[in-house]
């Protein structure tokens, strides 16, 4: 078994195995997060554990989350970078697999929100945080010292896109509030870097949204238009001046979110 990766602790009773699927979507990669009692010292094969996304289907990397006991899986929310690899991630361990929509279970309950999950020594709460998917889920491993798992809803270093019409952004300004009024704590995204405290990250999140906003209203006065009336194309170049081409169709995704909402919001 040459080829398994051994996962970064990155606090106790918390691993991270990054997987090797870099894009200008996923930054460095899918995180998929070891959870396991902190009394013990190190993680090593056949250590329960609970794992946050399987990430894609990649066997290199299920092989190597596979080494440990994997008592439950966790899924964040449905894109394909974090659940492609399920099936056959679950075809070498037979773990369930836990997601707020049924179509990702695999012999478990769809998650409920606020629940409190114990499994593998450690207690694991539930929070449903719409916005970048209307099924996205954070997580806080609960204990002496908590932790926040955000998946897409906080990434590690810029922002993330809202999927509309399925993601929306009044769902998502009152899940970063949610997220705002549980204890400030570390805060681990499912791309990019890892952050020693929550709270200053969601203000700054919320603090970017009310500006882009701001901006998406300046470019429909420039043009003479209102939020109901316009193609989201006609505001890329005003409000993304230089917009990445391969973040395009994200992009247009984001306006066509901020515009449902000035719509909505008069």
């Known amino acids: 078994m040459d080829h398994l990766s051994a996962p970064t602790l990155i606090a106790p009773g918390i691993a991270l195995l990054q997987a090797d699927n870099p894009s200008e979507m996923t930054l460095d990669g899918t995180n998929s997060y070891l959870l396991f009692d902190p009394k013990i010292s190190a993680l090593s094969p056949g250590t329960p554990v609970v794992l946050i996304?399987?990430?894609?289907?990649?066997?290199?990397?299920?092989?190597?989350?596979?080494?440990?006991?994997?008592?439950?899986?966790?899924?964040?929310?449905?894109?394909?970078?974090?659940?492609?690899?399920?099936?056959?991630?679950?075809?070498?361990?037979?773990?369930?697999?836990?997601?707020?929509?049924?179509?990702?279970c695999r012999d478990a309950a769809a998650l409920e929100d606020h629940e409190v999950i114990s499994c593998a020594g450690i207690n694991v709460q539930v929070h449903?945080?719409?916005?970048?998917?209307?099924?996205?889920?954070?997580?806080?491993?609960?204990?002496?010292?908590?932790?926040?798992?955000?998946?897409d809803t906080v990434l590690g270093r810029g922002t993330t896109i809202l999927d509309h019409p399925d993601g929306t952004l009044e769902d998502y300004l009152a899940s970063l509030d949610r997220l705002l009024r549980l204890d400030?704590?570390?805060?681990?995204?499912?791309?990019g870097e890892q952050h020693t405290a929550s709270h200053q990250l969601l203000r700054a999140y919320l603090a970017h949204r009310e500006s882009r906003l701001d901006e998406v209203r300046g470019a429909l006065i420039k043009l003479g238009k209102a939020g109901a009336d316009v193609d989201p194309a006609q505001l890329l170049d005003v409000v993304y001046p230089d917009l990445d081409p391969r973040l395009v169709g994200a992009a247009s995704r984001s306006l066509e979110a901020q515009l449902h909402y000035l719509a909505s919001n008069r």
């Open 53 to 104: 996304d399987p990430g894609p289907e990649l066997p290199a990397h299920l092989e190597s989350l596979a080494q440990f006991e994997i008592q439950l899986v966790l899924i964040t929310h449905r894109h394909g970078d974090h659940t492609d690899g399920i099936n056959y991630l679950h075809r070498l361990c037979q773990a369930p697999v836990r997601a707020q929509l049924n179509e990702y």
């Open 128 to 151: 449903f945080t719409p916005g970048h998917t209307s099924d996205s889920v954070c997580f806080t491993l609960n204990g002496v010292s908590p932790h926040l798992f955000t998946g």
């Open 184 to 191: 400030d704590m570390p805060l681990h995204p499912a791309h």
